[in-house]
T-cell receptor, first 114, second 114 residues
Framework: GDSVTQMEGPVTLSEEAFLTINCTYTATGYPSLFWYVQYPGEGLQLLLK?????DKGSNKGFEATYRKETTSFHLEKGSVQVSDSAVYFCALRTPSGSARQLTFGSGTQLTVLP | SQTIHQWPATLVQPVGSPLSLECTVE??????LYWYRQAAGRGLQLLFYSVGIGQISSEVPQNLSASRPQDRQFILSSKKLLLSDSGFYLCAWGTGTGFFETQYFGPGTRLLVL
């Protein structure tokens, strides 16, 4: 079945450090890929998405590129801020099976220290 | 613009008591609606989805049920709560068609069953 694997957290960085959160997937067909962010005590917000190979999603300084050859969708940001502290979820949807279901990774907790 | 509301924000209930969580969406018509559960330290699990009034699909067998009495209202219920029902419940609505749908999440309800 479909699955998403994220790097285990927690990840702790200093302000202005470079961030990478790894995400790899297993899926039938060519999925759409998403990154969601969950700030403390809140629901999930869509951060960015990509729907086909080599697409780059970007938002709020975050980027992720859909790499079909490595089945990856790593999240990056050049300079993190304290306000980026949150849990980040990678997710996918495939065109087969239940086209409505998002498959989520387990989440990566990011803490940015001043 | 579209907004999604969930209430209550937090709920503490005894084992064996009933449950009713409500989700409403504004600013869109005939949305796809979803209930997810996030257990502590884990990713999200899809519980139910609905593509229209009175149409409910269940993704996992469980102690919960869902109903959609109106176009933009989605209710999660239980007749008798179990300890294992504790978690963070997220409602989402979807825009777009099938594979290209993007899901947007509400603020969530934190349920603690004692």
């Amino acid at each position: 079945g479909d699955s998403v694997t994220q790097m285990e957290g927690p990840v702790t960085l200093s302000e202005e450090a470079f961030l990478t959160i790894n995400c790899t997937y297993t899926a039938t067909g060519y999925p759409s890929l998403f990154w969601y962010v969950q700030y403390p005590g809140e629901g999930l917000q869509l951060l960015l998405k990509a729907t086909k190979a080599d697409d780059k999603g970007s938002n709020k300084g975050f980027e992720a590129t859909y790499r079909k050859e490595t089945t990856s969708f790593h999240l990056e940001k050049g300079s993190v801020q304290v306000s980026d502290s949150a849990v980040y979820f990678c997710a996918l949807r495939t065109p087969s099976g239940s086209a409505r279901q998002l498959t989520f990774g387990s989440g990566t907790q990011l803490t940015v220290l001043p | 613009s579209q907004t999604i509301h969930q209430w209550p924000a937090t709920l503490v209930q005894p084992v064996g008591s009933p449950l009713s969580l409500e989700c409403t969406v504004e600013g869109t018509s005939n949305p796809n609606l979803y209930w997810y559960r996030q257990a502590a330290g884990r990713g999200l699990q899809l519980l139910f989805y609905s593509v229209g009034i009175g149409q409910i699909s269940s993704e996992v067998p469980q102690n919960l049920s869902a109903s959609r009495p109106q176009d933009r209202q989605f209710i999660l219920s239980s007749k008798k709560l179990l300890l294992s029902d504790s978690g963070f419940y997220l409602c989402a609505w979807g825009t777009g068609t099938g594979f290209f749908e993007t899901q947007y999440f509400g603020p969530g309800t934190r349920l603690l069953v004692l």
